[in-house]
């Protein structure tokens, strides 16, 4: 008889829905609070991987930013999908700032990711699939010390363990 295989995937994702509510309730508070009520501030969401921030000054850019930021940790969305690009001045005494949206594992990150599970597990086996690593094993145990491993390291993106099949 033969052993079942057991695996997860490693991805880094994050949930839209949740994210549009955080920028929803971002510009709700901007609207009615106090320091941030007269700044003709607009945040804009392109529905795929950016979100683009204008507003009339870089203290109001910063609060905004700070605004945004809170929302999504109570959301439970990890800051780690946000890449800042530069402030840059716009139209009419302007500030405009462009965050880039991350999501998926990069080749790159997904080497290192294989490379340090067979450091460290040489029966675990890690496969790079698009934006996810595949790692199989045997062992249930195996599986969970390798989740506890890359769970112990702080990497630029956030991950996920997703379709546990055992």
């Known amino acids: 008889m033969a052993t079942a295989e057991n695996s997860f995937d490693v991805v ?16 709700r ?5 106090y320091d941030l009520k007269d700044t003709k501030t607009e945040i804009t969401y392109d529905g795929k991987k950016d ?34 690009g530069k402030e840059e001045q716009a139209g009419g005494s302007m500030v405009r700032q462009h965050i880039e949206l991350q999501q998926g594992i990069s080749a790159d990150l997904g080497r290192e990711i294989s490379k340090l599970i067979r450091d460290n597990f040489p029966k675990a086996r890690p ?19 390798v989740i506890a491993l890359l769970k112990g390291r702080d990497f630029a993106v956030p991950l996920q363990f997703i379709n546990y099949r055992g």
């Open 12 to 27: 880094s994702q994050y949930d839209e829905q949740e994210l549009v509510n955080a920028l929803d309730q971002t510009r």
């Open 51 to 84: 979100i683009t921030i204008l507003t009339n000054s870089e203290m109001a850019l910063k609060s905004v930013r700070d605004v945004l930021e809170s929302k999504m940790v109570r959301r439970n969305l990890s800051l780690k999908i946000l890449k800042p």
């Open 127 to 145: 496969q790079i699939q698009g934006d996810a690593v595949r790692v199989t094993a045997k062992s249930r145990d195996e599986l969970q010390a």
């Open 29 to 33: 508070e901007v609207t009615t609070r």
